[in-house]
Nanobody, 121 residues
């Protein structure tokens, strides 16, 4: 069992940066791939980024590639998403997720409650 709590969301202007954090509890976090999904109002939840359990492999949605960077600190059970050059279309609730097949299938077993990111134009 893994519990996930996101933080770091907020209201920013286009072009600004934000860093999301996810605190994980449960001894299996470091054994799983982890990542971020997001859901904008009226839209389906979509994949944003994922990282392998070791941190050696990452995967990004085309819409954020080159602007977002995912990282993790297994020693402190943390997952991060550095978001630069934010655009209004990045506005969404961002969810931290964990799952053993996340990098390949983009499916997850655990999800946090989410943190709101709003980007004004």
């Amino acid at each position: 069992q893994v519990q996930l709590v996101e933080s770091g969301g907020g209201l920013v202007q286009a072009g600004d940066s934000l860093r999301l954090s996810c605190a994980a509890s449960g001894r299996t976090f470091s054994m799983y791939a982890a990542g971020w999904f997001r859901q904008a109002p009226g839209k389906e939840r979509e994949f944003v980024a994922a990282i392998s359990w070791s941190g050696d492999t990452t995967n990004y949605a085309d819409s954020v590639k080159g602007r977002f960077t995912i990282s993790r600190g297994n020693a402190e059970n943390k997952l991060y998403l550095q978001m630069d050059s934010l655009k209004p279309e990045d506005t969404a609730v961002y969810y931290c997720v964990v799952g053993p097949t996340l990098l390949t299938s983009r499916e997850y077993d655990y999800r946090g409650q989410g943190t709101q990111v709003t980007v004004s134009s």
